[in-house]
């Protein structure tokens, strides 16, 4: 009988030990995570990083066009007159820019512009100015005041002509009234010493 029960008791205590050994004991912590799961890759990225769009070109700012430059007072002159000659003087070109009747008087203005290299002095005496009708066959004068004095530029001290030096570039503005030809006069001619006559200039009107 005592063996049986010693056998009894052993079966018993073999099968305490197993169904201990199957439960897990509470309170302990759960396993660390395995280093090849957890531990973070360092491996690079090999996925291409996306390059940065370059960024849109604005358009171009257009550059303002450069104005062109002035004409220059001869320049200017030549292309306003009504007519143009070279003069005796060296360099010194005469341009006709105005030639206006206005009433019973006509006013001529005569640029006289050195385009030389060298100064040069031109002078004008006006009991050699006139102007020719030739239709008519008449001859106008320069207008004079009650004291002799022609009534144009003059020289300062003079009271029948104009001189002056004039450098290369540099311009004078003569100007000389006449007794007004009839209406019915359209063309006529400009004679002033030391150039050519200036045949049919025009007769502006105001």
Not at 11 to 22: D, R
Not at 37 to 61: F, G, I, K, V, W
Not at 130 to 147: I, R
Request: net charge negative; hydrophobic share 40%.
């Amino acid at each position: 009988m005592r063996t049986k029960d010693f056998l009894l008791a052993t079966a018993v205590l073999l099968v305490l030990a197993a169904g201990c050994q199957a439960r897990e004991p509470e309170g302990q912590p759960e396993a660390a995570p395995s280093a090849a799961t957890s531990a973070p890759s360092t491996a690079p990225d090999t996925a291409p990083a996306t390059a940065a769009a370059p960024p849109a070109a604005s358009p171009e700012t257009p550059q303002p066009v450069p104005a062109p430059a002035a004409a220059s007072a001869p320049a200017a002159a030549a292309a306003a007159a009504l007519a143009s000659q070279p003069t005796n003087w060296p360099g010194i070109v005469a341009d006709v820019t105005e030639f206006r009747r206005k009433g019973s008087t006509l006013t001529a203005k005569v640029i006289l512009r050195n385009q030389g290299t060298a100064e040069a002095q031109p002078e004008v005496n006006y009991n050699e100015v006139y102007v020719m009708d030739a239709a008519a066959g008449k001859k106008y004068e320069v207008l004079q005041d009650e004291k002799g004095h022609y009534i144009a530029a003059l020289r300062s001290g003079w009271n029948d002509r104009w001189y002056q030096k004039l450098a290369p570039g540099e311009t004078y503005t003569l100007w000389m009234k006449f007794p007004a030809p009839p209406p019915e006069t359209r063309t006529v001619t400009l004679q002033v010493p030391g150039a050519p006559p200036f045949e049919d200039l025009p007769i502006q009107d105001s």
